[in-house]
């Protein structure tokens, strides 16, 4: 399956990215992720894009398109993938269009996750990652065990630098001015999947499950 998770920041992306792809065995591409990895390494392309993800603006389309497209033609890829957090404006999507195009692939749905602004400054700032894994958590949502120590892998939770009130507002303003755009854009198109965000995860996983097993079928 060919899929892009789709929702303002904070909605649950990442969340549910883990156990669909665990259920579909497909390949997780999260430009965020893909733009912290390389931060840490410290190439020249994530110190770049820190200047922007500090400031909750979006990484220059050139950037954030090439390394989406190059991601697309790796094998794995090739029994399906999800895409979370990209596209994120609609010259994106359309970029998006022209590489599924060329590829000779289709998507086969768009999980569009909705979940109010107010609960998502909370869901934002009471984040915690995985230094290890990058699994997430939430010191009141979904607190790990221990203190800090990832359930997983023991790793070292943190918390993101731009995981704070003003930047989470600074990225829900960014959101509705050049992301919403894009439900329009995928409901055109037929493949838009309306799943309610604002429930316990497992709720909004069952939804999405629901979905999509009606596209495998
Ligand atoms: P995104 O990838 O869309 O930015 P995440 O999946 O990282 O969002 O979720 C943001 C925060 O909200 C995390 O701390 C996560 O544990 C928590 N969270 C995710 N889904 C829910 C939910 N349904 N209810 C409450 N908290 C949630
Ligand atoms: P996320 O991990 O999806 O919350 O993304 C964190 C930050 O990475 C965003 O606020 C942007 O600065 C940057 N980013 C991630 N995906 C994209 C994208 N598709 N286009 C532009 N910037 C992106």
Redesign the pocket.
């Known amino acids: 399956m060919r899929l892009i998770l789709l929702g303002p920041?904070?909605a649950g992306?990442?969340t549910q990215a883990e156990r669909i792809v665990e259920k579909y065995n497909i390949p997780h591409i999260?430009?965020?992720?893909?733009?912290?990895a390389a931060l840490r390494e410290g190439t020249e392309m994530g110190l770049k894009?820190k200047g922007?993800?500090d400031?909750?603006?979006?990484?220059?389309?050139e950037?954030?398109v090439g390394v989406?497209t190059e991601r697309l033609k790796k094998p794995d890829c090739q029994k399906g993938f999800l895409l979370?957090?990209?596209?994120?404006?609609v010259h994106?999507a359309e970029a998006l269009d022209k590489v599924t195009e060329k590829m000779d692939i289709k998507l086969d749905g768009v999980i569009n996750v909705d979940v109010p602004d107010e609960e998502l400054v909370e869901r934002l700032t009471g984040r915690r990652m995985c230094k290890g894994c990058g699994a997430s958590f939430h010191v009141k949502f979904k607190p790990p065990k221990v203190r800090n120590v990832c359930d997983s892998c023991g790793g070292e939770l943190y918390q993101?630098d731009?995981d704070t009130v003003e930047?989470a507002k600074d990225?829900l303003e960014?959101y509705h001015s050049q992301t919403s755009p894009l439900i329009a854009h995928y409901d055109k198109q037929g493949i838009l999947l309306n799943i309610n965000g604002n429930q316990d995860m497992e709720n909004v996983f069952s939804e999405v499950t629901k979905e999509l097993d009606k596209i495998a079928e």
């Open positions: 920041p904070g992306k990442g999260s430009t965020g992720d893909i733009f912290r894009a922007y993800m400031k909750g603006q979006l990484v220059p389309d950037i954030v989406v979370d957090g990209f596209p994120r404006n994106q993101r731009d930047t990225r960014v």
